[in-house]
């Protein structure tokens, strides 16, 4: 497992809750399950993706449809090992000041929901960014611009680097608010 791989399950969980259709390449538009279309969406190449995948399937993360071969995030396992291993398999250790996008606590999608006691807040280094925090290194490279692309896996993103940092507290809310927003 690779930690691109998370964030490939997260992005074909939301096109799968969404009910992003299938869109044929007469149309115009790639399909949103292809490795085109996520190496588009994500700035992963699209070997990587295709990598991803097959680790994925093979792990039991991902399911592919019988008759169109799309795969599917099997949210129920996904929730599971982001919970349970992803702060052992991919640790988390807070770098020096950087200026970058905000994650974890500091995030939107916890905005109200903790009040944070630490002196800095945790960021991507992102050299777009708005905020001055302290580094968090992201799953994969492309993370920030990846999120801005998208609020919804930003989010989700966001959540699983609170839990990655394992404050308790900081940790069951993030835990609490990724499941529900998987299962939707």
């Given at each position: ?15 799968h809750r969404r009910g992003d259709t299938l869109v044929p390449p007469e149309k115009g538009r790639a399909d ?128 699983v680097d609170a839990i990655r940092l394992g404050k308790p507290r900081e940790s069951r809310v993030a835990q ?9």
């Amino acid at each position: 497992m690779k930690s691109q791989d998370i964030v490939i399950l997260l992005k074909l969980a939301l096109l799968h809750r969404r009910g992003d259709t299938l869109v044929p390449p007469e149309k115009g538009r790639a399909d949103l399950f292809s490795a085109r279309g996520l190496e588009s969406a994500l700035g992963i190449s699209k070997s990587e993706v295709n990598a991803s995948i097959n680790r994925s399937v093979d792990a039991g993360l991902i399911v592919k449809d019988h008759k169109s071969g799309v795969p599917r995030a099997n949210v129920g396992a996904l929730a599971e090992f982001i919970v349970h291993g992803l702060k052992y398999v991919f640790p988390v250790k807070p770098g020096p000041l950087v200026r970058g996008m905000p994650t974890a606590t500091a995030a939107p999608v916890l905005k109200g929901e903790l009040v944070s006691m630490d002196e800095h807040i945790f960021v991507w280094p992102d050299p777009q960014g708005d905020k001055r925090g302290q580094e968090l290194k992201p799953l994969f490279r492309s993370v920030p611009d990846a999120a801005r692309r998208d609020p919804d896996l930003y989010d989700l993103l966001a959540l699983v680097d609170a839990i990655r940092l394992g404050k308790p507290r900081e940790s069951r809310v993030a835990q609490q608010l990724l499941k529900k927003r998987l299962e939707a």
